[in-house]
């Protein structure tokens, strides 16, 4: 059940990130949006980390699935955005989004990587699972049979980073 949740959300995810890069009233709609409320991609940013990093901790201490090497270090960066976030907006402190983003860009890179070792065992790669019992090309999860665990953080990844970058552009406009 958790995994038709999670995947419905990264599949809706998905939607909303195409509508937006597909449909240029959507984006100057959002683009408004984010220069008339300056602290919204802040809290959007805190929302999507700490829905990552809850549904990762679920996953690992309620269900039980032990994270593979490469899921340790997406967790690695996406950890720390939930605090960085939270302290940004706190003090509303922009800044905080330009940390977060290079935080979300390595941890887009890393997951990128996994989900290449899940579905593409044959590139030669390998996260190098020594000391880890879980192997980095198993599918824990599989909802729809496309979204996978790395593709949700993924999913999150870029999202963050489009969020931060949306930002940066609301913030020169509204300057000029």
Request: with cysteine; hydrophobic share 55%; glycine share 6%.
């Amino acid at each position: 059940m958790t995994d038709v949740i999670f995947g419905s959300g990264t599949i809706i995810l998905w939607f909303l990130l195409a509508v937006f890069f597909l449909v240029p009233r959507v984006r100057s709609h959002v683009k408004k949006l984010f220069i008339s409320n300056k602290i919204l991609a802040s809290r959007l940013v805190l929302i999507l980390a700490l829905i990552a990093m809850l549904g990762s901790l679920w996953y690992s201490d309620v269900v039980g699935f032990e994270p593979c090497r490469l899921c340790w270090y997406q967790r690695i960066f996406m950890y720390p955005i939930v605090l960085i976030s939270f302290i940004g907006l706190v003090y509303d402190d922009l800044r905080s989004l330009i940390y977060v983003r290079v935080l979300a860009i390595v941890g887009l890179v890393i997951s990128l990587f996994h989900i290449i070792e899940q579905r593409v065992p044959q590139a030669g790669l390998s996260c190098g699972s020594v000391g880890q019992a879980a192997r980095c090309d198993s599918l824990w999860v599989n909802a729809f049979n496309i979204v996978t665990i790395p593709t949700m953080a993924f999913t999150i990844f870029l999202a963050i980073i489009i969020i931060t970058l949306i930002q940066g552009w609301s913030a020169k406009d509204s300057i000029k």
